[in-house]
């Protein structure tokens, strides 16, 4: 592992370095100075430090609104003639205002429903969720589901005993819920492991065949131990022998998830969501929703369905753009390439450096093509899950297809390669030559180092795992997600970890990978606009924009490395509206 690129440290603000010289430069609509105001604001943020990220003014002190868009950026007293008796005035008292977080990638339901299950994310041993379990299954009814997700066996702090491909088997879980089928989601998604009430009510026994794309692990004697890797993970039948719940459970549940979702990621200062998969029946549910006035973040959704045919039926139907105010947008399609990494998912271009008879689970080369057109018939954009470099190679190959087929530019269609984690160097040029977006996860870098090197080898580590600097070189747009709740929600670590790239224990993860302060802002905002085609609408705070607006107690792009963490979301801002305030 290198050392870090350059120091961060102690170096000034990026809002107030090279475009220092406009940021003196007073920006005022009608109504400045004295007097009354021709167009009083709403609402007036002043007195902070502000980062707009506008390359015309970088910087300001206070911001005035009006009808949910930004009205005028200046400084306090620029401001000042925006001001009427029914103002509403925010008072920074030095804080750091900035563009809304853009949470560029994550999962909003399971946001909500990592509320309403066992959480293992911080989970360090088998054992301990052993222990979770079996207190839930104390207060469970008999035969009804323990369900949970969040765990990730790399990260124990002791290898489970017995072990087989250092997973556990179902027989600790069998001695703690003979009775109650449990299902505990790995933190990536991209497995399972059940115990054997929850074969058994699945039909999984050592006869059951894998899935295409998928693998029931199994022991020396060839029996199941309880891990589903990829889809074999959905031959669970969760619920099965539990009373069904009536319409009116499912879908006062189903509210539940979202509101839960709205409330978490609004508390960690993020005003727009791009939610990395939804069902069409999700999909209308936020539709309603947001009718109603019942979510606050704006949701930019792209639709997963299980088959192309299903896809295809609903495309045109679905499809909506700046609905509820801004509120929703359904205009690109989730598809998937490979697995994960931690799971041996992924699919690489030479075999696992820890399991060498394997490369991964590949997805259907001809049903991405088949995906690709339905893209461009029915004008979406197309989002491809991609881990392995295999993986990233092969869905290049097939954009690189459908552009030249198309007769279109990439960067005109803004197509998105989801994570891009593991590249081979020679497609990383690619990404800028043909206009992919990389849509990654910061915080996945210094969160798998523990286990990266081993599964890739230092070579392939080093070449090509977050290769954020070198995606940026070639011309690639990179934009910052979380992956959540595979990952913490939580932009500011995620910023923290794109800036140092250092694991928990301080170590740091080929440091010459890392973004600058700038980069990642712009990553976890006008980046993230521009790869959903919202950039005329948010990403910087400019006159005219949506005001849409990211309070911190400490300024990120100028506190030392370790400060970062501790800053605070002091308010979300949403459309002029205070959508969340610091208790």
């Known amino acids: 592992m290198n050392g870090p690129r350059g120091n961060r440290a102690t170096r000034p603000s990026i809002v107030g370095s090279a475009l220092s010289a406009a940021a003196g430069i007073a920006l005022c609509l009608s109504g400045c100075g004295s007097g009354s105001p021709q167009q009083p604001a709403e609402l007036v943020l002043r007195g902070g430090r502000i980062a707009t990220l506008d390359e015309e003014r970088p910087e300001a002190e206070a911001i005035a609104i009006r009808n949910g868009r930004i009205l005028a950026v200046g400084s306090n007293e620029d401001i000042a003639g925006y001001i009427a008796s029914s103002t509403q005035i925010l008072e920074l008292g030095g804080q750091f205002a900035m563009p809304g977080f853009i949470e560029g990638h994550g999962h909003f339901t399971g946001i909500g429903e990592s509320r309403l299950i066992l959480d293992l994310l911080t989970t360090t041993s088998w054992d301990q969720i052993v222990q979770m379990v079996a207190h839930a299954v104390a207060g469970a009814r008999p035969g009804q589901w323990i369900v949970g ?66 693998e029931i692990l199994k022991d020396a004697s060839g029996n199941p131990t309880g891990l589903l890797r990829e889809t074999a993970a959905s031959l669970v039948r969760r619920g099965a022998g539990e009373p069904a719940a009536t319409p009116a459970e499912a879908d006062a549940r189903a509210r539940q998830v979202l509101e839960l979702a709205d409330q978490e990621v609004t508390s960690k200062g993020i005003t727009s969501f791009q939610d990395a998969g939804s069902s069409y029946d999700v999909i209308e549910r936020m539709k309603r929703m947001v009718d109603e006035g019942a979510l606050r973040v704006r949701l930019w959704v792209m639709v997963r369905t299980n088959d192309n045919a299903t896809l295809a039926a609903g495309l045109d139907r679905a499809r909506m753009v700046g609905y509820g105010d801004n509120r ?38 001809d049903a991405l093509a088949e995906t690709a057109q339905l893209a461009l018939d029915h004008g979406y954009q197309l989002c491809t899950h991609a881990i392995g470099d295999r993986a990233n190679r092969e869905v290049l190959n097939i954009y690189q297809e459908a552009f ?19 590249l081979s160097p020679a497609d990383i040029p690619r990404f800028g030559r043909l206009g992919v977006i990389a849509s990654m996860q910061p915080v996945h870098a210094t969160s798998d180092a523990v286990f990266v090197p081993a599964r890739l080898g230092e070579r392939r580590a080093a070449e090509g795992a977050y290769a954020w600097q070198s995606l940026l070189k070639s011309g690639a747009l990179v934009t910052a997600g979380t992956d959540a709740p595979v990952e913490d929600v939580d932009p500011i670590h995620n910023y923290y970890a794109a800036v140092t790239r250092k694991t928990a224990d301080g170590r740091v993860f080929y440091g010459a990978q890392a973004m600058s302060r700038l980069e990642a802002l ?6 993230n606009a521009r790869a959903a085609f919202e950039d005329d609408l948010k990403g910087t705070l400019a006159v005219g924009k949506l005001a849409d607006i990211t309070v911190l107690t400490k300024d990120i792009t100028a506190v030392p490395d370790e400060e970062i963490t501790q800053a605070k979301v002091a308010y979300t801002i949403i459309g002029g509206k205070v959508a969340y305030r610091a208790p």
């Open 149 to 214: 997700r969040g765990w990730h066996q790399e990260k124990w702090t002791r290898p489970p005993q017995p072990a087989v491909e250092g997973f556990p088997t179902h027989a600790s879980l069998d001695a703690v819920s003979p009775k109650n089928p449990v299902v505990l989601t790995h933190a990536s998604g991209h497995a399972s492991f059940v115990n054997q009430a929850a074969m058994a009510a699945s039909n999984i026994s050592r006869t059951t065949p894998n899935p295409d794309g998928g």
């Open 404 to 422: 030249t087929r198309s007769g279109t530019n990439g960067a005109d269609l803004r197509w998105r390669l989801e994570h891009a984690q593991h």
């Open 522 to 527: 712009r990553a976890s905002t006008i980046n």
């Open 328 to 365: 929703l947008t359904v205009r690109a399609i989730k598809a998937y390439m490979d697995g994960a990494l931690g799971s041996r998912g992924a699919w690489l271009l030479e075999p696992y450096s820890d399991q060498p008879g394997s490369t991964g689970l590949p997805g259907s080369l």
